[in-house]
Every structure is written in C-alpha cells, then in structure tokens.
C-alpha cells in the first residue's frame, strides 16, 4: 500500500516564527514532490515542489528540505504571517498520480 | 474558463438517492482527475482520465461509483444510491499533461456531498 504520512496534523505558530510540517514516503520510485496549499471553501493549489536529484528548493519564504535516503521531506515556512493560515498537504507521485498525505491544518497567531 | 469549474458547489441528498457532480476542466487540460476530501482528512485519489479514457479506476471505493469524460472536456462523477459514508467534498482537478512530474495540478472548488 503506498502512503504518505504528514505530521504534524495541526500546528500553531506565532507570527514571524518557523512553520515546520513533515512528510514521509515509501515507493522510492516516486520522483516529484509537490506541496499544496488549501484555503477553507477553495481547492488546493500548488505551492512549491521538489525532484529527488535535488536536496532542498527555496522560493520565498517558503523552504522544501529533502532526504533521499531516509524518505522524508519537510516544508519551512520562514516568517509565517496570518495569511499563511491554511491546510497544507504534502503529495509524492510522478507520471499521472499523486498521493496526498493527511493534510496539517495551520493556523499564524496575529 | 479561467480556472475548473465544479457544480453544484452544495449537494444535500437523501440516502439511496443518485448525484451527478459535474466538472468543466481548463480549457486545453487532456488530463483530468477526481479525489475525495472527507472532513479532517486528505485527498483521496477515485480516477483519472487522459482525453476520455480512464486507465486507472482504482480509486473507486465500489460499483456505485462511475466517472465518465467527454472528449478532453467536461467529466461527471456518478454515485448510485448515496450513503451516508459518501458525504465529502468531491474535488476535480486538471492538468495540461498526464505526466505530473512535469505539470501542475489545478484544482476546482469541490462539491460539498451530504447525505442525510
């Protein structure tokens, strides 16, 4: 059974402190790794993604770190704000699906 | 349209009753995807489509669910005879290419199922 465990499964962060969420995988023939970001009542949308040939991404504020050999990757979110209050699920796949992990709901204390 | 369009955006059905959930891609998407958002959980992957064919149905949770897709444009998701296990947020999602690796998902805003 593929999976992705997402942890954690809320997370409250003061404003301009460190968001963290992690993610875990098994199939090692995944090869792309997509963050989404969804806002309550809207759908998903893609945040930043990472390759495996790669070991972190930044764009932003927000930072994908990546462990090939322990399976993980992990999305930073330096300076969280109010606005970044969402759920964010983490996704690994390649070809023609994705699967999503459980989903961290976020909430920024102004 | 700009983005995917999803309808109804709200559905409250009685339980053995049949939905059709609609889904209008962007324009141009050949690939075309639906997953199930249950409350507190994550996105739940049902089918996919290239053009109209669906290689992968596994996702399907049983035979009261079918999908089907015109062309490489609108796809509606069937459920027969709704219990009250189906209630989720329906999400379709489309991309310009099958291969997710090198393309984005762009997902609609769901349809909210609820069966009393």
């Known amino acids: 059974q593929q999976q992705v465990k997402q942890s954690p499964q809320s997370l409250i962060v003061q404003k301009g402190g460190i968001s963290i969420i992690n993610c875990a995988y098994e199939?090692?023939?995944?090869?792309?790794f997509p963050w989404y970001q969804q806002f309550p009542g809207k759908g998903p949308a893609l945040l930043i993604a990472?390759?495996?040939?790669?070991s972190e991404k930044k764009e932003g504020r927000f930072t994908i770190s990546f462990n090939k050999s322990a399976k993980q990757f992990s999305l930073h979110i330096m300076d969280s704000q109010p606005g970044d209050s969402a759920t964010y699920f983490c996704?690994?796949?390649?070809?023609?699906?994705?699967?999503f992990g459980t989903g961290t709901r976020l909430k920024v204390l102004a | 349209g700009a983005g995917v369009s999803q309808s109804p955006s709200n559905k409250v059905t009685e339980k053995g009753k049949d939905v059709e959930l609609r889904c209008d891609p962007i324009?141009?998407?050949?690939?075309l995807y639906w997953y199930r958002q249950r409350l507190g959980q994550g996105l739940e992957f049902l089918i996919y489509?290239?053009?109209?064919?669906?290689?992968?149905k596994s996702g399907l949770p049983s035979d009261r669910f079918s999908a089907e897709r015109t062309g490489e444009s609108v796809s509606t998701l069937t459920i027969q005879r709704t219990q009250q296990e189906d209630s989720a947020v329906y999400l379709c999602?489309?991309?310009?290419?099958?291969?997710?690796?090198?393309?984005?998902?762009?997902f609609g805003e769901g349809s909210r199922l609820t069966v009393l």
């Open positions: 199939n090692t023939a995944f090869d792309y």
């Open positions: 999602a489309s991309s310009l290419t099958l291969a997710l690796n090198t393309g984005e998902l762009f």
């Open positions: 489509f290239q053009g109209n064919s669906a290689p992968d």
């Open positions: 990472i390759r495996p040939d790669v």
């Open positions: 324009s141009g998407h050949t690939a």
């Open positions: 996704a690994a796949g390649g070809t023609y699906k994705y699967i």
